[in-house]
């Protein structure tokens, strides 16, 4: 089974700063996908980002940014000249890359107040 | 194109009651699913299916009942309600369950169980 691991409940940044949002993961699988979701008051859930576990290259999305450590099973989202509208829950989430798996497994959020 | 539709958004159900969440979606994906959100939680798979005629059972199944006789339609019926199933719903599709394809959410269905 796989675990999925946000320490920060809450944070909070300065518009136009930048901010990290921290995740960890445990999983006995080599191949994998990671997610960040954001969620907004409005309750939907959007991809943010999405990175293969077997590319090492870290995957980028305008201002944001990810710093995947395949080693650690961390996997970190940055946020880059932050807005307003960044304000709202993130979840990071993991989906085995295997037949016959379909669970993605979310952490327990991160919400993100960017203030003026 | 209007994605992953579900209703109804808000529901209130007593306990014992039984109803249906209703999802559809229109891009023709395999894969469909439910999950529900509780306060402080991400989101937990109920139930999901591979393909019209294929359910299986999630993390937290019980209490919840699923087919999927088309590829568009994946309606969860609760069967009778209880107040811990007051929660937030969602449906998501994709492409293909495990191939990491993007994964769409519908808005989600408030649902009370007094």
């Known amino acids: 089974a796989q675990t999925v691991t946000q320490s920060q409940p809450e944070m909070s940044v300065q518009e136009a700063e930048t901010v990290t949002l921290s995740c960890t993961y445990d999983t006995s699988e080599n191949n994998y996908y990671l997610f960040w979701y954001k969620q907004p008051p409005s309750r939907q859930m959007i991809l943010v980002i999405r990175q293969e576990a077997y590319k090492q290259q870290n995957a980028t999305e305008n201002r944001f940014s990810v710093n995947f450590q395949k080693a650690a099973k961390s996997f970190s989202l940055k946020i880059s000249d932050s807005q307003l509208g960044d304000t709202a829950m993130y979840f990071c989430a993991f989906l085995p890359r295997v037949a016959g798996s379909y669970q993605l497994t979310f952490g327990k959020g991160t919400k993100l107040s960017v203030i003026p | 194109n209007a994605g992953v539709t579900q209703t109804p958004k808000f529901q209130v159900l007593k306990t014992g009651q039984s109803m249906t969440l209703q999802c559809a979606q229109d891009?023709?994906?395999?894969?469909m699913s439910w999950y529900r959100q509780d306060p402080g939680m991400g989101l937990r798979l109920i139930h999901y299916?591979?393909?019209?005629?294929?359910?299986d059972q999630g993390e937290v199944p019980n209490g919840y009942n699923v087919s999927r006789s088309t590829t568009e339609d994946f309606p969860l019926r609760l069967l009778s309600a209880a107040p811990s199933q007051t929660s937030v719903y969602f449906c998501a599709s994709s492409l293909q369950g495990y191939s990491g394809n993007t994964i769409y959410f519908g808005e989600g269905s408030w649902l009370t169980v007094v």
């Open positions: 891009m023709n994906h395999e894969y």
């Open positions: 299916s591979v393909g019209a005629g294929i359910t």
